[in-house]
Nanobody, 115 residues
Framework: QVQLVESGGGLVQAGGSLRLSCKAS????????MNWYLQVPGKQRELVAR???????NYADSVKGRFTISRDNAKNTVYLQMNNLKPEDTAVYYC?????????WGQGTQVIVSS
């Protein structure tokens, strides 16, 4: 059973930065992709960023140029560097891992951006 544990959320002013971390219980090298999603109350989770096993990345249009997803295979950790944060980035951020037909979720970390 894969476990994902997020950390790094918090309260930040608009224009500030946060770095989220997602540590996996096993090797992340085997995952097809690792992702960050966000969710606001009353809405479905939205894909924010994805990093494929080969290292290529994808981003939602709303975060392009501001967020960067990366990973450290040695630490089994995926990061989401969030710069120039905006109040509309306020959400719970979830780490997600894809392994074949399986997917795994972390418990989420809250990010609040004040104006």
């Amino acid at each position: 059973q894969v476990q994902l544990v997020e950390s790094g959320g918090g309260l930040v002013q608009a224009g500030g930065s946060l770095r989220l971390s997602c540590k996996a219980s096993g090797s992340i090298f085997s995952f097809n992709a690792m992702n960050w999603y966000l969710q606001v109350p009353g809405k479905q989770r939205e894909l924010v960023a994805r990093i494929w096993s080969g290292g290529s990345t994808n981003y939602a249009d709303s975060v392009k140029g501001r967020f960067t997803i990366s990973r450290d295979n040695a630490k089994n950790t995926v990061y989401l560097q969030m710069n120039n944060l905006k109040p509309e980035d306020t959400a719970v951020y979830y780490c997600n891992a894809l392994l074949g037909s399986y997917e795994y979720w972390g418990q989420g970390t809250q990010v609040i951006v004040s104006s």
